[in-house]
């Protein structure tokens, strides 16, 4: 099992940038793609980005592409979204997201995780 924890929301103004992190504990996430998906008010979690288990391939959401980043730390059990440029649409609550990696892709659907954290809301403010 993997718990994993998210940090860094907070109250925006457009334009701005943050960084969320995402801390996991139970077992070491080497083997797992990491992604962040959002939920924004009255709508379904989306997918904004995932990250191969070696970090050496990324994917994005086309309305997040250019100004997000998705970053991983194994050695501390950790990823990150580092999110410039927000806009009031990228209001939503995030979560982070892991699964055990493919072959071949990453996993893009909500339903390809079974491991989340509680989210964190992003708010940007018009």
């Known amino acids: 099992q993997v718990q994993l924890k998210e940090s860094g929301g907070g109250l925006l103004q457009i334009g701005d940038s943050l960084r969320l992190s995402c801390a996991a504990s139970g077992r070491p996430i080497n083997t797992f793609t990491m992604a962040w998906f959002r939920q924004r008010p009255g709508k379904e979690r989306e997918f904004v980005a995932a990250?191969?288990?070696?970090?050496?391939?990324?994917q994005y959401a086309r309305s997040v592409k250019g100004r997000f980043t998705i970053s991983r730390d194994n050695d501390k059990s950790a990823a990150y979204l580092q999110a410039d440029n927000l806009e009031p649409e990228d209001t939503a609550v995030y979560y982070c997201?892991?699964?055990?990696?493919?072959?071949?892709?990453?996993?893009?659907?909500?339903?390809?995780?079974?491991?989340w954290g509680q989210g964190t809301q992003v708010t940007v403010s018009s």
């Open positions: 990250i191969r288990y070696d970090g050496g391939f990324q």
């Open positions: 997201a892991a699964d055990i990696a493919l072959i071949g892709r990453l996993q893009d659907a909500a339903s390809e995780y079974h491991f």
